[in-house]
């Protein structure tokens, strides 16, 4: 009985750090240039989602794919399998659009997202061992 009381505690500290860090989860959308940043210069970000002229890229669109992806990420973030600088893809499968994305921790239950670029493509290559988080 003593086992089952703290697997249940366990369980229910594990879900509250779970909400506690959804709720706190920022999307940014316009990772600057890091080195030799220019003025007036958009992000990578910013100028890869318009190059697609035929379809450009939304930020509705970034946005909808990133929320998809929001409970997987927070699973990662508590299994410590993403931590502060951490690097992975989320991938739409529908529409084929990659986003690659950089874990900033702010604190132990606040973290933003930033978006390094996007881009439509259904072959996107990632680094070994990076993980992508397909929705």
């Known amino acids: 009985m003593l086992i089952l009381r703290e697997s249940i505690r ?3 500290l ?3 750090k779970i909400a506690a860090i959804r709720a706190n989860l920022t999307i940014t959308f316009n990772l600057g240039y890091k080195r030799g940043e220019v003025k007036g210069m958009r992000s990578h970000a910013e100028h890869r989602k318009n ?10 669109d970034i946005l909808q794919v990133v929320e998809e992806a929001k ?5 990662y973030i508590v299994m ?3 931590s502060d600088g951490s ?4 991938r739409d499968s529908k529409t084929n659009l990659n986003i690659p994305i950089l874990l900033e921790e702010i604190s132990a239950y606040e973290f933003n997202l930033f978006i390094k670029t996007v ?3 259904p072959d996107f290559t990632v680094g070994r061992g990076q993980l992508v988080i397909v929705v």
């Open 71 to 75: 409970d997987d990420i927070v699973q």
């Open 10 to 12: 366990k369980h229910l």
């Open 14 to 16: 594990l879900e509250k």
């Open 51 to 60: 190059r697609h002229e035929d379809k450009p890229i939304r930020d509705w």
């Open 87 to 90: 690097e992975f893809v989320v």
């Open 119 to 121: 881009m439509i493509k």
């Open 80 to 82: 410590e399998e993403l």
